[in-house]
């Protein structure tokens, strides 16, 4: 693994929002000259420009901790101007998010009262922030998932993708919630390979309250793969909140480092879950001077780190060749030499995806249907 620095994103508005959200810990020497620095170029932000910083913190799933923080600064700095920008934000987004994880709370409420297994996955792993949709995970039939959100929630089933089908996972449209559900039923990752992991949710999953309600969260170490099977196998690129969330999960509940090793190893992805984190501890420390703290036997096992990542269009992208490929490889043969081959199978028809998306998004404008 590579151990020069990360390179900075070009965006001003990330170099912001990233200072702001990674500002040094309270105990830190840097901490009082960064502030002072971060709260005056705060202070000379335009309204066009604070739309920006928005908007990024928006399609990052931070605009709750980052606008928190901003209102905090405008409030001791007595701008009343700026301050009523982010509270503005905030009021919407909390409104927002109230709405949809009091759905959230019915709809794994409806499946406790039927019996059927369900656990969140994702979601609510950005707390006090929520994403763009509501992610669930469950062991029950595929008929019998379609059924209930059908029967409970007259719920309108999306049009599925290749990729959806490939995954085994369901879009449903809910009146009175914005925000799409998608629950997986019994596999994972993009192709529906990881049967692995999907067969361990359950067992391990942890009660988790969140504003006030009781949730069937994954374990800290299945957190860390779903996010790692997303980020470094599918899309390619980080999330701020992706950052931000492994800092605090860090340094509060903590990672079992051991336990993740012999959970991502059986599951085929190790090296992919070790340079996730390796990336995240880099960026921090860009901003920090220090990253998270990792084993050895993590750092060793990272194929590359945070120098290899570079930001553009709002995100921190992860580059597909041949870092992200050779990882794929490594993934497909462990699946093949473990003789998992009809999971191998589905897995070695994600290049073909990819491409036929590409394709269509180069002809229509648009991979819809595809992936």
Request: proline share 3%; hydrophobic share 40%.
């Amino acid at each position: 693994m590579t151990t020069s620095a990360p390179a900075s994103p070009s965006g001003k508005s990330m170099i912001l929002l990233s200072r702001l959200l990674l500002l040094p810990r309270n105990s830190d020497p840097t901490y009082s000259s960064e502030m002072a620095a971060l709260k005056s170029d705060i202070r000379n932000i335009s309204r066009e420009e604070f739309d920006e910083l928005l908007s990024l913190a928006n399609s990052n799933h931070v605009i709750v901790r980052g606008m928190e923080l901003f209102l905090n600064m405008m409030r001791e700095a007595k701008d009343s101007i700026r301050a009523e920008w982010a509270e503005t934000a905030l009021v919407e987004e909390r409104a927002r998010i109230n709405n949809a994880v009091s759905f959230l709370h019915k709809i794994c409420k409806a499946f406790e009262e039927e019996n059927r297994d369900v656990t969140v996955i994702k979601s609510l792993d950005h707390w006090p922030d929520l994403g763009s949709d509501l992610d669930l995970y469950s062991n029950a039939k595929s008929k019998e998932v379609i059924d209930l959100m059908k029967r409970r929630f007259n719920a309108k089933k999306s049009e599925r993708s290749w990729g959806d089908r490939l995954a085994r996972k369901w879009n449903f449209e809910i009146p009175g919630l914005p925000e799409s559900v998608e629950i997986h039923v019994g596999r994972l990752g993009q192709t529906g390979e990881q049967t692995v992991i999907a067969s361990r949710i359950a067992p391990r999953a942890r009660q988790v309250q969140v504003n006030g309600l009781d949730f069937r969260l994954t374990s800290v170490s299945d957190r860390i793969m779903i996010s790692t099977l997303q980020r470094m196998y599918r899309h390619f690129y980080f999330r701020l909140c992706d950052i931000v969330d492994n800092v605090t999960l860090s340094e509060t509940i903590g990672i079992d480092f051991q336990d993740l090793r012999a959970a991502a190893t059986s599951a085929g992805i190790w090296e992919g879950v070790a340079t996730y984190l390796v990336i995240v501890s880099d960026y921090v420390k860009q901003y920090r001077g220090t990253g998270i703290e990792l084993p050895q036997f993590v750092l060793d096992a990272a194929r590359f780190g945070g120098d290899q990542v570079f930001y553009r269009k709002e995100f921190i992208r992860v580059p597909i060749m041949p870092q992200s490929a050779k990882l794929y490889g490594s993934q497909l043969a462990g699946l093949l030499k473990k003789r998992e081959v009809q999971n191998g199978a589905r897995l070695s028809l994600l290049p073909w995806l990819a491409t036929a998306a590409l394709v269509g998004q180069k002809i229509t404008g648009s991979d819809k249907g595809i992936w």
